[in-house]
């Protein structure tokens, strides 16, 4: 498993923007071969999965946050960033990031999870 730790989240006004970032453990090998996908889970709603960098260079991204949203990757830093602009009230949720050998856009394919990060988008 790969110890994540997300920050970056808080409370921003609708059109706002905000930085998350899920930084793996400094001791953890091959990051850069490590898909990391970033999820989120609002009050009484199901985990959504968000945007994705499989590796290789790939983006992916639900369509909700298309245009807004753009995940990034330092493998020399063993972070992934998720810079999230034009933020609406329903982006408010916890923030989750985790990583695994493989892409996938299930939660439960995943075995390493950071802590969360509120993100709060409101006036």
């Known amino acids: 498993q790969v110890q994540l730790v997300e920050s970056g989240g808080g409370l921003v006004q609708p059109g706002g923007s905000l930085r998350l970032s899920c930084a793996a453990s400094?001791?953890?090998?091959?990051?850069?071969?490590?898909?990391v996908v970033w999820f989120r889970q609002a009050p009484g709603k199901e985990r959504e999965f968000v945007a994705a960098?499989?590796?290789?260079?790939?983006?992916v991204y639900t369509d909700s946050v298309k245009g807004r949203f753009t995940i990034s990757r330092d493998n020399t830093k063993n972070t992934v960033y998720l810079q999230m602009n034009t933020l609406k009230p329903e982006d408010t949720a916890v923030y989750y990031c985790a990583a695994g050998p493989r892409y996938s856009q299930k939660g439960s394919d995943f075995d390493s999870w950071g802590q969360g990060t509120q993100v709060t988008v409101s006036s």
């Open positions: 400094a001791s953890t090998f091959g990051f850069s071969r490590y898909a």
């Open positions: 960098s499989p590796g290789g260079g790939s983006r």
